[in-house]
């Protein structure tokens, strides 16, 4: 357990990193100087009550903020400040967002889905062949499903989907926001199966949970966002123990 | 009615049909990718019919002149937007110097192309793609200038800003045209004889260029990157940013493929009606019943109803000529009935 404005993670360069991040939906603030950081690799999570400005931090680092949203501070992605690029311009240097609603085509099938996810790679030559099949190995139920139209699929399976659209974009960064809201706790553990073995391929994952405990449990950093603000940080297993955050987040058979 | 005049007018309903269908597709297209009302696609039916006339009496065609004005003018709108935008800070300098290219110089191309050679003398097909070669980067423009600025205002707003457009392509289109109608050359002289039918070579081209157009808008939308995130675009929006296809980007191809599709409509029907700068938009219209059919969503139900609206204007006009305008355009109401009972209330996303 670390007070907030200790540096974090020392060693190691940080993959995406944001400084004072504000956000304001016209005079309402949404979010306050928010700093968070997160390294090649690393599972990081921010967890925190409705209406905290979660995912106005998310759509702030996607640039994915609606027209009457403003957001101030810097977003440093590899060092980069990439808070003045638009959304096509991040998503090339390797962000992507999976958002709380999916946001899926829902009347294409679900490869058409997967494929328009390398939409920002056509130009590169890159066979987008390849990248299905990976995606149809982290996700062996998409690959049966592949002729089926993205709209008449389970929740649970459209969360595959919009994760594996993510995924075709080869991000550096992956961010998630609510993954599991709205599914059955088995379909919510593969999930979270497959967000904990993304590391192994090198993606850095930013998520957001309701879900508190299980997010702590594959996380190894966390975030505790409260009406706009860091409140709380630390090693993801520190804030499972932290008498704080299981009386708020994690109830009391901790 | 005997039968020999029911198939003339069949014919006549179905060649007619076939070009509401091509004018359907594409209202169908620019309203899912941008919820626009694409109201100017009447002005694009008379600037290529009229463009193509022009060619073929070896005039210079007036519209390259309007081509390269308002190309001026979306050059200086991108200057002016990549100056003054804050969010996004650095100047892009490719950017502009693409928008150059597109807008300053390749109307320019266009000019010399229009001045260097004699058009009246080179084939009717070549003619029709130097005319298509002007009114679609001519539908791009007018995205750019008048609809891409205010791309996520409501539809209502949107409707109003088309309306805007469509008096000024109008007013415009009176101005390099002049108040005359044309007629152009008519694609062939061949016809042939089924039964008691006279078949006119002219009505087979008209149906056989808008099976093929709506034949190759199928596989562009079906198996094509773009035309895919042209669906996507138009089934989620957001959807379509989350994955970089830029609402924008969208919607110049949906305005170029609308142009491009209202001027070749405005082509087909040249040879057989004298099309003047002011004729398009009732023709248009029909269109736009025929796409109301299909909700303004669906190609299919939309090319059904081109066919519907086209055989009723048909055969309105045997029965109560007087009246075949009003049957046509009175079709909207039960159509509108039928749709409002049947599916789910969807008012503005």
């Known amino acids: 357990m670390s007070a907030p404005q200790q540096a974090p993670q020392a060693d190691g360069q940080s993959v995406l990193e944001t400084r004072n991040l504000c956000v304001r939906y016209g005079k309402v603030e949404a979010l306050r100087a928010t700093s968070i950081r997160l390294q090649a690799g690393q599972i990081v999570t921010v967890i925190g009550p409705n209406g905290a400005g979660k995912s106005s931090l998310l759509n702030a680092i996607m640039g994915l903020l609606p027209s009457n949203g403003t957001s101030e501070g810097q977003v440093l992605y590899l060092g980069h400040d990439v808070a003045h690029h638009n959304i096509e311009h991040r998503l090339g240097k390797g962000l992507a967002l999976v958002p709380e609603k999916r946001e899926l085509f829902t009347t294409m099938t679900v490869e058409d889905n997967l494929v328009l996810g390398a939409y920002r790679r056509r130009k590169s030559g890159w066979s987008y062949r390849d990248g299905l099949e990976g995606i149809y190995k982290i996700f062996p139920r998409l690959k049966e499903r592949r002729k089926q139209l993205a709209g008449t699929m389970s929740g649970g399976e459209r969360q595959m989907v919009a994760i594996g659209r993510a995924l075709m974009s080869d991000p550096k960064v992956l961010m998630l926001d609510e993954p599991s809201l709205g599914l059955a706790p088995r379909v919510m553990a593969e999930v979270f199966h497959v967000i904990s073995h993304l590391r192994e391929s090198g993606v850095a994952t930013l998520l957001i949970e309701q879900n508190s405990r299980a997010a702590l449990q594959v996380s190894d950093y966390g975030y505790v966002l409260e009406v706009g603000d860091v409140t709380l940080e630390g090693k993801a297993s520190d804030l499972a123990k932290n008498p704080k955050v299981i009386e708020a987040y994690l109830g009391k058979h901790a | ?349």
């Not at chain 2, 042209?230 to 609308?258: C, D, E, H, P």
Request: proline letters at 3%; aromatic letters at 10%; charged letters at 10%.
């Open chain 2, 1 to 349: 009615m005997d039968m020999g005049v029911f198939a003339v007018l069949a014919q006549d309903g179905i060649t007619n049909g076939a070009v509401y269908a091509l004018l359907a597709m594409a209202l169908v297209l620019v309203f899912s990718v941008t919820r626009v009302i694409f109201l100017p696609q009447g002005e694009f039916i008379g600037y290529g019919a009229l463009t193509v006339a022009a060619l073929q009496s070896g005039q210079y065609p007036r519209l390259v002149s309007l081509l390269m004005a308002v190309g001026a003018l979306t050059f200086c709108v991108e200057l002016g937007t990549a100056l003054y935008n804050k969010r996004y800070k650095p100047v892009p300098k490719l950017h502009l110097m693409w928008s150059a290219i597109e807008n300053l110089a390749y109307p320019a191309l266009i000019w010399v192309l229009a001045r260097s050679i004699g058009w009246q003398d080179m084939p009717m097909a070549a003619q029709i793609a130097f005319a298509l070669a002007m009114t679609i980067p001519l539908g791009i423009m007018i995205y750019r200038v008048a609809f891409q600025p205010m791309a996520e205002a409501s539809v209502l707003v949107l409707l109003i800003v088309a309306v805007g457009v469509h008096f000024a392509m109008l007013g415009l289109g009176l101005f390099i045209f002049g108040p005359e109608g044309s007629t152009t050359r008519s694609f062939t002289e061949w016809s042939t004889e089924i039964g008691a039918m006279l078949v006119s070579g002219q009505s087979l081209v008209v149906i056989a260029v808008s099976l093929v157009m709506i034949g190759a808008l199928y596989v562009f939308f079906d198996r094509s990157l773009y035309g895919k995130a042209l669906r996507a675009t138009a089934v989620n929006r957001k959807g379509a940013q989350l994955v970089g296809i830029g609402t924008s980007q969208a919607g110049r191809m949906a305005f170029g493929l609308a142009a491009g599709l209202g001027s070749l409509a405005g082509v087909l029907i040249a040879p057989l009606n004298t099309v003047g700068y002011d004729t398009g938009f009732v023709v248009a219209l029909k269109g736009f019943v025929a796409a109301i059919v299909g909700g303004l969503a669906s190609y299919p139900l939309a090319a059904a109803g081109a066919a519907l609206v086209g055989l009723l204007e048909s055969y309105s006009s045997f029965w109560a000529s007087a009246y075949k305008e009003v049957i046509v355009f009175t079709l909207i109401i039960p159509v509108l009935a039928w749709r409002s009972l049947t599916s789910g209330h969807g008012d503005e996303e």
